[in-house]
């Protein structure tokens, strides 16, 4: 099979209303940068709405466009996933369904890329339109933590819009995590990564398929996937407190010796409730890696696909 010279690979999930308009301004992207050599992946990722009957109908039309759809809603990252193993390009263009990144942005990318002899472009929010102030404040919030966590440099301000190297696609395809930080795991595997800057648009329609739960979900994943730090949170707070008892111990011992210890019922309760509280929190740390490992350790698949619309190469890649 000969390699397409450009893959896009979008995962959409309830995005019946962007579709349209996303097919018709990735293709006259894409064409722009390869003419005829281009292909876009659209992942249904178990959408409720009619996603999947307009990808086929998309699908049916466009002979360059390859629709999956998968059993259930698996989240994005392992949308996205699916997309990737399939996809076949050279260059792999990651995108959103909702139009907030541009694809009228592929061109300087693609530039950039040959440019700055690049395996990765990744695309930097300058400004982002639209979003709430709660959404804004805590992915900022999120971002400068993580970079402070992470054991590994990982770009802020940057979501999955960005493109990729055959090579570079390849060697993130390797790491074979069920827990997906994808923009952390590109930022891991290395290779000259270069960033581009974009002023984020409104999604064009619809609502945020990040609701707050999700997001909590992605930001432990991303913390514990990319650093042991929090662990090692507990042993210094047990140190801290270690040296707090000792305090605590000579004025004891003193209160004793002197007869002037007094009931403290304030002082126990206190000292109970907060290690109480500590405690819960670490156990609750600890928790999340545990549980991470144990989903891990069950080596289950990524994800299902149920079915592939266009392209016979397409049906063809379901075997591998
Ligand atoms: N998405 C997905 N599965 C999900 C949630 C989201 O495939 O379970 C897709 C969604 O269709 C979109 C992308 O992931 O293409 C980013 O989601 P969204 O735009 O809602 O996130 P936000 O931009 O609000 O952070
Ligand atoms: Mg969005």
């Known amino acids: 099979m000969t390699r397409p010279t450009l893959s896009i690979v979008v995962p959409c999930y309830n995005e019946e209303a962007c579709l349209e308009q996303l097919h018709a301004r990735l293709s006259a992207a894409a064409g722009a940068v ?16 009619r996603t999947w009957t307009i990808m086929q109908a998309l699908a049916a039309a466009d002979p360059r466009l390859v629709a999956i759809n ?3 809603n698996h989240g994005h990252q392992l949308a996205l996933t699916a997309g990737l193993d399939l996809c076949a390009g050279e260059r792999i ?3 959103d369904a909702d139009l907030q990144d541009p694809p009228e942005l592929l061109p300087d990318m693609m530039a950039e890329m040959d440019r700055q002899q690049a395996d990765v472009v990744y695309a930097v929010r300058r400004a982002r339109a639209g979003e709430t102030a709660f959404k804004l404040g805590s992915a900022k ?3 400068r933590v993580l970079s402070r966590l992470a054991e590994i440099e990982i770009p ?7 493109l990729m ?5 390849d060697a993130l395809l390797a790491l074979p995590e069920q827990a997906r930080f994808i923009r952390g795991m590109v930022a891991w595997i290395g290779f000259r990564q270069v960033p581009i ?9 619809g609502e945020t398929k990040y609701p707050l739960a999700k997001m909590i979900r992605f930001a432990l994943d991303a913390v514990t996937g990319f650093s042991t730090a929090p662990l090692r949170f507990a042993s210094h707070i047990g140190l801290w407190l270690v040296a707090a008892s000792a305090l605590l111990l000579a004025y004891i011992a003193i209160g004793f010796f002197t007869g002037t210890a007094i009931q403290g019922w304030t002082s126990l309760m206190l000292v109970v409730v907060i290690l109480g509280a ?11 890696y545990l549980g991470r490992l144990y989903m891990e350790s069950k080596r289950r698949p990524l994800y299902i696909v149920a079915e592939i619309a266009g392209r016979a190469e397409g049906a063809a890649r379901l075997g591998h």
């Open 70 to 72: 998968l059993s259930r």
């Open 156 to 162: 802020v301000d940057t979501g999955d819009f960005r």
């Open 197 to 205: 800057v974009y002023d984020r648009a409104e999604r064009l329609a």
């Open 165 to 169: 190297s055959r090579r570079a696609l």
């Open 93 to 95: 263009l990651i995108i």
């Open 34 to 49: 390869a003419p005829g050599a281009y292909e876009i992946i659209l992942v249904n990722d178990g959408s409720r709405d």
């Open 141 to 143: 919030l999120f971002y």
């Open 278 to 288: 500590v405690q819960m929190f670490v156990l609750g740390m600890i928790g999340e």
